[in-house]
T-cell receptor
Framework: GAVVSQHPSRVICKSGTSVKIECRSLDFQATTMFWYRQFPKKSLMLMATSNEGSKATYEQGVEKDKFLINHASLTLSTLTVTSAHPEDSSFYIC?????????????FGPGTRLTVL | KNEVEQSPQNLTAQEGEFITINCSYSVGISALHWLQQHPGGGIVSLFMLSSGKKKHGRLIATINIQEKHSSLHITASHPRDSAVYICAVSPRREKLTFGTGTRLTIIP
């Protein structure tokens, strides 16, 4: 099956710093990538949808200036948490959908655990 | 009321038991997904189905569109099956709506 990787898998940073998380599709071209956030013992919450070469579409309540998403190529999307604060600590997961694939099919990355001190 | 409801929320069983996890949804959908999330967080897509039944190894997923209900079955359960199982639906758009998950623990 299609493989999606995320880097880093775990990051600890100080409050006020920015953190970049990468999501890569390793063996297919991802026309659409999704970024999710998951709080402990909670379900995944969609943050934004990004299509290659265009601006991301953010869900209601998600600050686009806080969570910068770039999808500059068909294999890479990045999520940058700017001026991170402890409340941004969470598990961030990306998923990707390939060109030509079923519109409902998504391949998930392994996730990135962010801890802001 | 959530659009996607799963039951049970927690399930503990002995190794070898037959496991059933249920998912009910309240909206029209084009597809339903079963996902597995292991401790440590990584998510694996188990099934995507829009009708009938699919089988992969010891895992079986069924869906009844009329009743808006799906089940995930695990035969001959094993401790490595211990994980959180998540049902997600696509309500006629590409975004997924997730259930809150079922935490399965298989005891040796």
């Amino acid at each position: 099956g299609a493989v999606v990787s995320q880097h880093p898998s775990r990051v600890i940073c100080k409050s006020g710093t920015s953190v970049k998380i990468e999501c890569r599709s390793l063996d297919f071209q991802a026309t659409t990538m999704f970024w999710y956030r998951q709080f402990p013992k909670k379900s995944l919450m969609l943050m934004a949808t990004s299509n290659e070469g265009s601006k991301a579409t953010y869900e209601q309540g998600v600050e686009k200036d806080k969570f910068l998403i770039n999808h500059a190529s068909l294999t890479l999307s990045t999520l940058t948490v700017t001026s991170a604060h402890p409340e941004d600590s969470s598990f961030y997961i990306c998923s990707a959908r390939g060109a030509g694939g079923p519109v409902n099919e998504q391949f998930f990355g392994p996730g990135t655990r962010l801890t802001v001190l | 009321k959530n659009e996607v409801e799963q039951s049970p929320q927690n399930l503990t069983a002995q190794e070898g038991e037959f496991i059933t996890i249920n998912c009910s949804y309240s909206v029209g959908i084009s597809a339903l997904h079963w996902l597995q999330q292991h401790p440590g967080g990584g998510i694996v897509s188990l099934f995507m189905l829009s009708s009938g039944k699919k089988k992969h190894g010891r895992l079986i997923a069924t869906i009844n569109i009329q009743e808006k209900h799906s089940s995930l079955h695990i035969t001959a359960s094993h401790p490595r099956d211990s994980a959180v199982y998540i049902c997600a639906v696509s309500p006629r758009r590409e975004k997924l709506t997730f259930g809150t998950g079922t935490r399965l623990t298989i005891i040796p």
